[in-house]
């Protein structure tokens, strides 16, 4: 089991740039999200899904876009970079048969610059 | 507006002694919260887990305590040893595996 994993672990961008972040679970997991860490502000939700097809809106979804076609995969898309996307991001998934309140497993995370 | 503060950004603590981090919600409906323990360059991973029935839950070296009146948990590491030096998110999980988190406590234990 490789639990949840991340591609790339680190990209630099220019401003203007698009580009994919790529998450997978091995885990048949329902729920997926994507968080976003800045220092002093925690973790905060960009976009989440609770099955194939089904996506929504976090906290902070502004420039980013996500789409479920499988069970396994949840990307993350930048669509035009801002350095104000500079930051780490986070892939968690869970099974989603708790109502929420089960365990998330979260991936190593990607670094991302934005110059 | 955040609704999860842990207010203490940083925390020292000598190994063998007791390390205790705070976190306080503004949401009196929350029912349910977590700690998150974080390593550098790794993503967080569960450390333990409160119902709002409980006031207590206990897992080895590991204590959460919620005090509902004062909308108020604290988690509570004894002995603290040099492993527990990461950073501690408190979270509340609101439904579709969203969760809110504080944030966070960089706890360093001094050997």
């Known amino acids: 089991n490789a639990g949840v994993t991340q591609t790339p672990k680190f990209q630099v961008l220019k401003t203007g740039q698009s580009m994919t972040l790529q998450c997978a679970q091995d885990m048949n997991h329902e729920y997926m999200s994507w968080y976003r860490q800045d220092p002093g502000m925690g973790l905060r939700l960009i976009h989440y899904?609770?099955?194939?097809?089904?996506?929504d809106q976090g906290e902070v979804p502004n420039g980013y876009n996500v789409s479920r076609s499988t069970t396994e995969d949840f990307p993350l898309r930048l669509l035009s970079a801002a350095p104000s996307q500079t930051s780490v991001y986070f892939c968690?998934?869970?099974?989603?048969?708790?109502?929420?309140?089960?365990?998330?497993?979260f991936g190593p995370g990607t670094r991302l610059l934005v110059l | 507006d955040q609704q999860v503060k842990q207010n203490s950004p940083s925390l020292s603590v000598q190994e063998g002694r007791i390390s205790i981090l705070n976190c306080d919600y503004t949401n009196s409906m929350f029912d349910y919260f977590l700690w998150y323990k974080k390593y550098p360059a790794e993503g967080p991973t569960f450390l333990i887990s409160i119902s709002s029935i409980k006031d207590k839950n206990e897992d080895g070296r590991f204590t959460v305590f919620l005090n509902k009146s004062a909308k108020h948990l604290s988690l509570h590491i004894v002995p603290s040893q040099p492993g527990d030096s990461a950073v501690y998110f408190c979270a509340v999980p609101e439904g579709g595996g969203k969760l809110t988190f504080g944030t966070g406590t960089r706890l360093t234990i001094i050997p």
């Open positions: 968690a998934s869970s099974h989603g048969l708790a109502g929420g309140t089960e365990t998330q497993y």
């Open positions: 899904s609770v099955g194939a097809g089904i996506t």
